[in-house]
């Protein structure tokens, strides 16, 4: 089960997907992270409570055309790289 961490926030600016930690009503801007259109599809999906590999494959499947095995690979390599900003856990 992947949760993302508490008070960071994605946001649409223009064309670009940012996420930002957003406490206390203020936005720290020392760590934000851009995201492409996909990622950002991913943390909607996290945040709206689906939150397994396999299911944010299922996801994707649902919306590009790309098997199952592709799909749980790359959802697997960014859920690694955002554990390793500790932006999920």
């Known amino acids: ?3 993302t961490k508490p008070g960071l926030k994605l946001r649409k600016i223009g064309s670009q997907y940012m996420i930002a930690d957003a406490c206390d009503g203020n ?6 992270y851009t995201l492409n259109q ?11 409570g689906n939150s397994t590999p396999e299911g944010l ?7 590009y055309e790309t098997n199952k095995d592709t799909a749980l690979h790359d959802v697997e390599r960014q ?10 856990c």
């Open 1 to 3: 089960m992947v949760k």
């Open 27 to 32: 936005v720290n801007m020392s760590s934000v």
């Open 38 to 48: 996909t990622a950002a599809q991913l943390w909607t999906q996290i945040e709206e």
């Open 57 to 63: 494959a299922d996801y994707l499947c649902g919306i």
């Open 79 to 88: 859920l690694a790289e955002w554990r390793s900003y500790g932006l999920i």
